[in-house]
């Protein structure tokens, strides 16, 4: 239970993450931490913030996201279309009075904010990167937390300048996403936070059947700019099974099928209705994690922080794989169901990840 506000009512909470963004992970890691927390008996909202700046780079990436490769035209308009289907899904999530991102003072006030999850500390963010708010600037709260916050890929080897670290021990409860971001945390101020679950594997979104024209088995391929290596042993792999690849979210030119213009619900579908996902995405991972699915996953630059750790956190380092794993390998991992002691593992970690909400938010 909740501890109530004097006058008895629930606490007000107000989330702040990268809600916004025209990425499944963000849209869904948001929407499950407020519909969780609502769940505990909060009253939950995502603060609204908005930059004119960070919208039209968001765009920019939404069409165009394999730069040097620039979209074809036809694809234009089909990333046009998933721009729209998200435009709809942010809409209908619970927000608040829309203030500017950089005028933190102008946004509404609560009983407590909390802080994540998603890449919300990350200083090398190409376009929210250094924002003050993220760190607390400015919040209006009687409690400032964090929920599985994320430096993304700023390592922890560079350190954080002395400003960043004081907002950082400002905040009264820390937890974070993955072992760089709690070396960083606990370099800067000495406090060693709480590592948790990503929001999507905490609380399970509730994810319809897949609704599409047949019934033949697919393989979910999420994400873009797979090394060729990758490429050609998971086509490979799937042509001599005789099992489509549909390509979600982008354009993948291996794969058999694509639904680029994919909502953030209809992908959800799509992954919940495969065979097995292939990916080199954070959420790829975790929507395979979350229904169950086999998966391989490889790694990339941007996002090599968050994929290994995951995977190494959850005992399911197998499923990511490089360019010295044989070929017999993907059949092992994209045919049979994952090991009993992933699904274990996730328990035990939700189980302390809701012990930290609990304790953060009272």
Known sequence: MTAPRQDGSARRVGVLTFHRCINYGSYWQARQLVEGLTALGYRTELLDHRCRNAGWAEYRCAFQPTLPMRTSPADLYLYGAKARAFEGAIAALPLSARFALHQPETAPAYDIVLIGSDEVWNLSHPWYGGTPIFYGAGVQADRL??????????????????????????????????????????????????????????????????????????????????????????????????????????????????????????????????????????????????????????????????????????????????????IA????????????????????????????????LA
């Not at 045919?335 to 009993?340: F, H, I, K």
Request: aromatic share 10%; charged share 20%.
């Open 329 to 360: 390998t993907y059949d092992d991992l994209l045919r049979q169901p994952l090991d009993r002691s992933i699904g274990d593992a996730i328990a035990a970690r939700r189980r302390d990840s809701l012990a930290y909400i609990a304790d953060a």
């Open 145 to 326: 937390v964090s929920y599985a916050a994320s430096f993304g890929n700023y390592d922890a080897g560079a350190g954080l300048h002395a400003s960043w670290a004081e907002r950082l021990d400002g905040f009264d409860a820390i937890s974070v996403r993955d072992g760089n971001s709690q070396r960083l945390v606990r370099q800067a101020t000495g406090r060693t936070p709480v590592r948790v679950l990503d929001p999507c594997l905490l609380f399970p979104p509730r994810i319809p059947s897949a609704a599409i024209a047949t019934k033949l088995p697919y393989v979910a391929l999420y994400g873009h700019s797979f090394p060729s290596w990758f490429a050609a042993a998971v086509g490979g792999w799937a042509k001599r099974r005789g099992i489509r690849l549909l390509s979600i979210g982008y354009r993948n030119r291996w794969a058999d099928e694509h639904c680029i213009a994919a909502g953030p619900a209809e992908f959800a579908a799509l992954v919940a209705g495969a065979v097995a996902v292939v990916t080199n995405f954070f959420h790829g991972c975790v929507f395979a994690l979350v229904n169950a699915k086999p998966f391989a996953c490889v790694s990339s630059d941007y996002r090599s922080n968050k994929i290994s750790d995951l995977v190494a956190g959850l005992g399911a380092e197998r499923h990511l794989v490089n360019e010295h794993t044989p």
